[in-house]
């Protein structure tokens, strides 16, 4: 996706917020202000020269690492300024205002270093195909689903990085859901100075050759954006543009979506990628450790892969703490220290995502049995945890609908009835989706 500076600046400042707090936040950056972007250096102002010097010596190299990380520009600084805004170098001129950013794009991402298996040979080759060749009426557009971790962003990250690399005469957006909905409610905001307008909004979407939307499920309940995003499509599909969306879920599992973009989803082609096989798992690690430069005997990476099941992700966390542990301590990589180094990081990962865990941490929060959560009663007060339940396995594992009604002695459609009944109380009682956010957060600590 390229970025306008401010439009950096802004989407920096809404992750410092959340890993600052509200009440830091608002203490020391809620005043902050984009001012300008020259050779590399973000200028931002805030109303007092005590905010400004606090801000430069705690948060400058956060707020650095937050800007680089955004832009994906690794060369990127920040000065803050006291100075009023009509004293200083002013606004973006016309020139500046064409320095954009290529955003979020790992440049490992490419297509080259995805390991390719049965589980998702058929979405590479799909993938590879719309970045060879744009706007195939049988691959426009393009949906990619599967579980946390398994390879999706890597996907169409590698689209984006092949169309960057070998066609600079066309352009791509590349954002998630989420990104774009914060972005599309700045451009509604009237008379904001640092803020896009709504047509400038769109036509960043509308000038591209290639619009690619990671974790669309985001966009449920979300009418207006919706609505949007379905002429947004509708103007770039006519135009013989490709549109490339990723998504936890299939197509017909994302109600509350709107039902006419469940329909366009399904319109093209819907590809999924499963977990790696153990073939799979160890051509990961084998290329992880290579990139590491780090040397096992067979039989440690036999047990990994065979440890490591669920995703791609965890596979390349537990080398990383292989190599953590290697620069720090200096340890022999025997199977015993592999072992003890990696039993606690999986086996907290593997109690706190299963079923059995997530059905005790509901009735835990909800004060019942456990055991009442896979029985027949339908009382509210035990079927509205079940169903809260059913909602967090889909969310938080890689588990099908048949595998989590299974646990709870349902079929498939009652987990999806579940499911759906979830998301429409959460956008119905803000009370009720905090309560589930606390418990998605506290499962996931």
Same mark, same amino acid.
């Given at each position: ?91 973006? !001129? ?5 320095? %954009? $950013? ?6 490992? &991402?490419?297509?080259? *270093?995805? +390991? ?104 449920? !309940? ?5 609505? %949007? $995003? ?6 770039? &599909?006519?135009?013989? *543009?490709? +549109? ?149 396995m889909r969310d938080l594992t890689n588990l099908s609908l048949e595998e989590i009604g299974s646990f709870f002695g349902r079929d498939h459609s009652t987990v999806l009835n579940a499911i759906k009944r979830i998301n429409s109380m959460m956008a119905d009682d803000t009370f009720f989706k905090r309560k589930i956010i606390d418990l998605r957060e506290s499962l996931l600590v």
């Amino acid at each position: 996706m390229l970025f306008l500076p401010e439009d950096v600046f802004d989407l920096c400042l809404d992750r410092a917020k959340k890993l600052m707090g509200s009440e830091i936040y608002n203490s020391w950056l809620s005043t902050a202000s984009f001012r300008s972007f020259n050779n590399g250096v973000f200028t931002i102002g805030l109303d007092s020269e005590i905010r400004a010097n606090f801000v430069t010596h705690n948060y400058k190299v956060k707020l650095e690492e937050l800007l680089r990380e955004v832009s994906g520009d690794t060369d990127v600084s920040v000065i803050f300024t006291h100075v009023p805004e009509t004293l200083s170098v002013g606004r973006m !001129n016309n020139s500046s205002r064409h320095e %954009l $950013f290529s955003n979020f794009l790992k440049p490992g &991402y490419v297509f080259d *270093r995805f +390991i390719q298996g049965p589980n998702n040979r058929l979405a590479f080759a799909t993938a590879q195909s719309v970045a060879y060749e744009m706007g195939q009426s049988s691959t426009n557009p393009l949906f990619i689903y599967g579980g946390v971790g398994l390879g999706k962003t890597h996907l169409v990250q590698a689209v984006a990085n092949h169309i960057k690399t070998n066609h600079p005469d066309k352009t791509f957006c590349y954002i998630s859901s989420e990104e774009f909905l914060t972005m599309f409610l700045r451009a509604m905001i009237p008379n904001k100075n640092n803020f896009m307008a709504l047509e400038s909004f769109k036509d960043r979407f509308r000038n591209s050759h290639y619009l690619i939307m990671d974790d669309v499920q985001f966009l449920s !309940n979300k009418e207006t954006t919706q609505d %949007l $995003f379905f002429h947004l499509f509708n103007d770039l &599909y006519l135009r013989g *543009r490709q +549109i490339i969306v990723t998504s936890d879920r299939p197509p017909h599992e994302l109600e509350p979506l709107a039902e006419r973009l469940i329909s366009r989803f399904q319109s093209g082609m819907v590809v999924d990628i499963k977990p790696p096989v153990l073939e799979t798992r160890l051509a990961i690690l084998n290329q992880k450790l290579r990139d590491e430069n780090i040397v096992l005997d067979k039989d440690i990476i036999f047990y990994l892969a065979e440890t490591v099941k669920s995703n791609v992700r965890q596979l390349e966390g537990a080398v990383n703490l292989i190599a953590a542990n290697i620069r720090i301590q200096n340890i022999d990589l025997t199977l015993e220290n592999v072992r003890s180094i990696t039993t606690e990081y999986l086996g907290a990962s593997s109690r706190r995502l299963n079923p059995a865990s997530i059905t005790s941490s509901v009735a835990e929060f909800f004060s019942v049995n456990p055991n009442t959560l896979k029985g027949k009663q339908r009382k509210r007060e035990i079927l509205v945890p079940r169903q809260i339940s059913m909602y967090l396995m889909r969310d938080l594992t890689n588990l099908s609908l048949e595998e989590i009604g299974s646990f709870f002695g349902r079929d498939h459609s009652t987990v999806l009835n579940a499911i759906k009944r979830i998301n429409s109380m959460m956008a119905d009682d803000t009370f009720f989706k905090r309560k589930i956010i606390d418990l998605r957060e506290s499962l996931l600590v």
